[in-house]
T-cell receptor, first 114, second 112 residues
Framework: AQSVTQLDSQVPVFEEAPVELRCNYS??????LFWYVQYPNQGLQLLLK??????LVESINGFEAEFNKSQTSFHLRKPSVHISDTAEYFC????????????FGTGTRLTVIP | KAGVTQTPRYLIKTRGQQVTLSCSPI?????VSWYQQTPGQGLQFLFE???????NKGNFPGRFSGRQFSNSRSEMNVSTLELGDSALYLC???????????FGSGTRLTVV
């Protein structure tokens, strides 16, 4: 069965420090991978996605994630966080064939401490 | 271009009532999906519509239903509301799975 695991429910980090939010998935078929961010009282915003090609993908606001097929991981990283990065981050997977729905992890609450 | 629009943003209903939520996808997107978000269960897939046909359905009771119109706009309906239906309901539109999904701001439903 397919599943997405976000190992950390909460991650506190000081401003300008690096951060890594972990995501592992389980699937018997090829997948597309996504990271979404959710600010309070808002919907989900796409941060970045892996569809194919280069295993390292980047967002416009300094986040990056690397697809590791052998470890079935898609960890999210940022070298230097800002207060404005405080939010909930969700890792999600969908399958390249078959159902067209997202399967989400339980989310990681990132809190940036001034 | 305009994003995914969900109406209303907030809704308060009484147990036993029914409710209809609306979603207008990004122009050109034919796939519309619905998700329920609660603190206890997280984000769960409800159903997906593509070109007016339900293409996929999550594990929710029959009280939850939806439809899609010819202009790709979608509605979801919940009948005989229960307290546990209180949640943020999110709509997402996409071209296809490989192009990613754009979410609306959601409808916050409170059942009292």
């Amino acid at each position: 069965a397919q599943s997405v695991t976000q190992l950390d429910s909460q991650v506190p980090v000081f401003e300008e420090a690096p951060v890594e939010l972990r995501c592992n998935y389980s699937s018997s078929v090829s997948v597309y991978l996504f990271w979404y961010v959710q600010y309070p009282n808002q919907g989900l915003q796409l941060l970045l996605k892996y569809l194919s090609g280069s295993t390292l993908v980047e967002s416009i606001n300094g986040f990056e994630a690397e697809f590791n097929k052998s470890q079935t991981s898609f960890h999210l990283r940022k070298p230097s966080v800002h207060i404005s990065d405080t939010a909930e981050y969700f890792c999600a997977v969908t399958w390249q064939t078959g159902a067209n729905n997202l399967f989400f992890g339980t989310g990681t609450r990132l809190t940036v401490i001034p | 271009k305009a994003g995914v629009t969900q109406t209303p943003r907030y809704l308060i209903k009484t147990r036993g009532q029914q409710v209809t939520l609306s979603c207008s996808p990004i122009s050109g997107h034919r796939s519309v999906s619905w998700y329920q978000q609660t603190p206890g269960q997280g984000l769960q897939f409800l159903f997906e519509y593509f070109s007016e046909t339900q293409r996929n359905k999550g594990n929710f009771p029959g009280r939850f239903s939806g439809r899609q119109f010819s202009n790709s706009r979608s509605e979801m309906n919940v009948s005989t509301l229960e307290l546990g239906d209180s949640a943020l309901y999110l709509c997402a539109s996409s071209l296809e799975a490989g192009y990613g999904y754009t979410f609306g701001s959601g409808t916050r439903l409170t059942v009292v």
